[in-house]
């Protein structure tokens, strides 16, 4: 089995609709990261929790928002979803006080907003 | 803010050597990475360099960094089908955020 396992691994939408990306994982890691990436762009950083009670914005968050509902499990919401937030979703994971933060990523979900 | 800088394709024979590259602009970075991403997967970690080390060898790969220009380089030796994928560079900046480049798509040609 995946060590961070994130579902759906596709989803379609329409304009409008509130929708939730899901990531869990089993490293026992702390902290917990969600990026999307464009073509051409990249990965970018949304949130990330480094642990249950510690949530930050990362670059983009605008028109997310997070749950880290416990140490294994960190969701991601579309409030109103719109057709530019239609990208490859990853959900990633890191110790906590590691000097390298080396990152161990989900599969990701491929979302679009129609 | 800080930024990692990739091109976005290259393009190589089977059984050459590719050479990727990368810039990254904040000279406190301790760590830079190499990411792979193979189709419909998440990104893996291939290897890492610490920022006072030049030169990093694991098998097919080499990393090299030069501090002073801000270069870091993954060289794969005897290219293969298999190494057909997307390599991320990235660097560890004082917040302890990972700054991505935007992937590099390795084309291998028969």
Sequence with gaps: DADVTQTPRNRITKTGKRIMLECSQTKGHDRMYWYRQDPGLGLRLIYYSFDVKDINKGEISDGYSVSRQAQAKFSLSLESA????????????????GAKNIQYF????????L | GEDVEQ??????REGD??????????????????????????LQLLTYIFSNMDMKQDQRLTVLLNKKDKHLSLRIADTQTG????????????????IWGAGTKLIIKP
Excluded: H, M
């Design chain 2, 83 to 98: 190494d057909s994928a997307i390599y991320f560079c990235a660097s560890l900046d004082s917040n302890y955020q990972l």
């Design chain 1, 106 to 113: 989900g599969a990701g979900t491929r979302l679009s907003v």
């Design chain 2, 7 to 12: 091109s976005l394709f290259l393009s190589v």
């Design chain 1, 82 to 97: 719109i057709p530019n937030q239609t990208a490859l979703y990853f959900c990633a994971t890191s110790e906590g006080g």
């Design chain 2, 17 to 42: 050597s590719s050479v990727i590259n990368c810039t990254y602009t904040d000279s406190s970075s301790t760590y830079l990475y190499w990411y792979k991403q193979e189709p419909g997967a998440g």
